[in-house]
């Protein structure tokens, strides 16, 4: 109920022109005593604050799709970002496609942005049969047994597309690996959810919504396949996820994902239908690119390590303190 009235607030103009109004001092009153401190924001906005201060920026789509966002949203993320960044000493960019869009936007120096990749948990892994199947069992699937896609229901994921996709399919391509989709309901996402549950009465998809944490290593781990054709996206952590789940992958050659995915993934266009279902069904069927993309999908998730996150991002602090 609390996280249905936040979206609700967060598609009125009033609501949110309040909250960017006073939450701004409120915030400069709670930290007027820590001018020693470093102050680090992991979502934009750095408040007005005494000490050093750091900022992850995941995506500028406020600004590159401002359509995939309700207006209100639009209009603090762009103010609310554009009065930041004069207090802010350095930038933590998610991606380098994140990186050179701030640097290209806001005329952003070099030397105060650092691009740091963001870490896979150690939980999402390749698992077995024996291992997945009690978790897999609780929704009704079995390993190996269905294609996945794991994210927001909003129109930036392009879930209709691969619906229609999908839909396209053999029947009895579907009938075996039918579509299974884990995600939270999101913004102005009623017809897709209509279509999600016409294609569940028709057998060949099962929509889980929202998947617990605890839950989503076996559900990757015990896919035949991934399918992620966002349009935008900063990073695009459920590519890395399933990559380090063993799983093939096929994914957008848009924004930051070919470079998330390297050379472990298909990449497709994700406004072309067409070749997207080709794509799906070779994914599907195609062993021998299954097993390479398996293989090179487990080489290219090492380089997703919160060790290594966490390193660099102490290095940053490091030069933000000496700002």
Not at 9 to 33: C, D, F, I, M
Not at 200 to 221: E, H, I, M, S
Request: net charge neutral.
């Amino acid at each position: 109920m609390l996280e249905h009235w936040r979206a609700k607030l967060s598609q009125s103009k009033s609501a949110v022109r309040v909250y960017g109004t006073v939450a701004p001092y409120l915030e400069q009153w709670q930290l007027r005593h820590e001018a020693e401190a470093l102050f680090h924001v992991p979502n934009y906005f750095v408040p007005r604050f005494p000490g050093a201060t750091v900022s992850t920026i995941h995506d500028l789509s406020h600004l590159r799709y401002p359509g995939f966002h309700p207006q209100a949203r639009v209009d603090y993320l762009k103010r609310a970002l554009t009065n930041c960044l004069p207090r802010t000493n350095q930038i933590v960019a998610v991606s380098e496609f994140t990186r050179r869009e701030v640097m290209e936007v806001y005329a952003w120096p070099a030397d105060q942005i650092t691009t740091i990749l963001q870490g896979v948990d150690e939980s999402f892994q390749p698992l077995a049969d024996e291992v997945t199947a009690p978790r897999l069992a609780a929704y009704g699937l079995s390993h190996g047994a269905y294609c996945l896609f794991v994210g927001t229901i909003e129109p930036r994921k392009n879930v209709d597309r691969l619906l229609d996709a999908y839909a396209t399919l053999p029947c009895e391509l579907r009938a075996e690996w039918p579509l299974v989709i884990a995600g939270s309901p999101g913004w102005r996402s009623e017809r897709t959810h209509q279509r999600l549950m016409q294609a569940q009465r028709d057998g060949w998809l099962k929509y889980l919504r929202f998947v617990p944490q605890t839950d989503l290593p076996a559900l990757y781990a015990g896919a035949r396949l991934f399918v992620y054709p966002s349009i935008y996206e900063g990073f695009g952590l459920p590519i890395a996820e399933a990559m380090a789940s063993g799983v093939p992958v096929i994914t957008s050659n848009t924004s930051s994902m070919p470079e998330v995915a390297g050379d472990a993934a298909r990449l497709i266009d994700p406004l072309d239908v067409e070749e997207l279902r080709a794509a799906i069904e070779f994914g599907l069927t195609n062993e021998a690119w299954r097993d390479a993309a398996r293989d090179a999908g487990l080489g290219r998730a090492i380089c997703f390590s919160w060790s290594n996150c966490v390193t660099q991002t102490v290095d940053v602090y490091r030069r933000a303190m000496n700002r």
